[in-house]
């Protein structure tokens, strides 16, 4: 079975994208294919598409997702950190989308590794064809290094609790299973100080997950880069779905702004609305933010 995606911010993406005839566009996490359909199909006849995933499988199901568009789409292996050496010296688009963080693909596989409500390997790699897992990472790292990182990532204020727990289960046998973990995280965190909307372990599993696949590092350079590669009134949306992320977008964008090549759309970043919330609740920490070019494309 495939897993169930559901694009979000569909609408508000096509809105800040003006979709038309003839334009090209990237989705440089091209994820399963959802935005980026409705983005060819918004285009049509003449529209077309580069999708970029890390993700082999993600790849695979996107491919279905888009054959109806034939030529039009074009699919290709990669990191959006690495769009400099990815994309054609040459190449521009009239729309980019970056849609950041995990998919459907991920949370609803339990091979996967990144969901704690289901029993799975600690794995985590969003592409798994390389890198240590979420497993070798806890193996491995002092008690020290291992709190800085849910700290850091995780945002997690019991990041240091966390981390004695886990280590001090390590000792007697490898943490293996995602369920095996969030019961350690959910241990260590002071019962009356659960979080009220999230498990105790959503932070510490976000803090591996971006530490795993190194999803920080180097988006501000391709936010930068993707931006270098638009045509002149062309537009770039993200979406983020934590602080981290957002802040780094909301920075980048503005240092770009600065140097008058952008323009920004979104003072404040665009939120799902309830009905949208209602019907994906994975949509609820959502953050959309776009902007335009305004420097003349030689």
């Not at 995606?5 to 994208?17: C, K």
């Not at 409705?38 to 049509?44: E, G, I, T, V």
């Not at 990041?159 to 280590?167: N, Q, Y």
């Amino acid at each position: 079975m495939q897993p169930v995606h559901v694009p979000v911010l569909a609408a508000e993406v096509l809105a800040h994208l003006r979709p038309r005839s003839g334009g090209r566009y990237l989705d440089a996490t091209v994820g399963l294919g959802g935005h980026a359909a409705a983005l060819l199909a918004a285009s049509d006849p003449a529209g077309k598409l580069l999708g970029i995933d890390r993700d082999p499988e993600a790849l695979r199901v996107s491919r279905e997702q888009l054959s109806g568009f034939g030529q039009r789409a074009t699919l290709l292996h990669g990191r959006h950190e690495d769009l400099a050496d990815l994309l054609d010296p040459a190449e521009r688009f009239d729309g980019i989308l970056f849609d950041l963080g995990t998919s459907a693909l991920h949370l609803d596989t339990p091979e996967r590794g990144f969901s704690f409500t289901k029993e799975g390997p600690l794995d985590m790699r969003m592409d798994p064809t390389g890198g240590p897992t979420a497993a070798e990472l806890l193996r491995r790292l002092p008690e020290r290094e291992l709190a800085d990182l849910i700290y850091r990532w995780g945002e997690e204020r019991w990041s240091r609790r966390i981390a004695r727990v886990i280590v001090e289960a390590r000792r007697a046998a490898p943490i293996a299973s995602t369920t095996a973990l969030a019961a350690l995280v959910a241990r260590a965190v002071p019962r009356g100080k659960w979080p009220r909307q999230i498990h105790p372990a959503t932070r510490t599993f976000q803090a591996l997950r971006i530490a795993v696949n190194g999803e920080l590092t180097g988006l501000a350079s391709a936010l930068t880069t993707a931006a270098e590669r638009l045509e002149a009134g062309g537009r770039m949306v993200a979406i983020s779905f934590h602080s981290l992320e957002d802040r780094i977008v909301k920075h980048t964008w503005r240092d770009l702004e600065a140097t008058g090549q952008v323009r920004i759309l979104t003072r404040r970043p665009v939120s799902p609305g309830e009905a949208e919330m209602d019907l994906n609740p994975r949509a609820r920490s959502a953050k959309l933010r776009a902007l335009e070019c305004v420097r003349e494309v030689s």
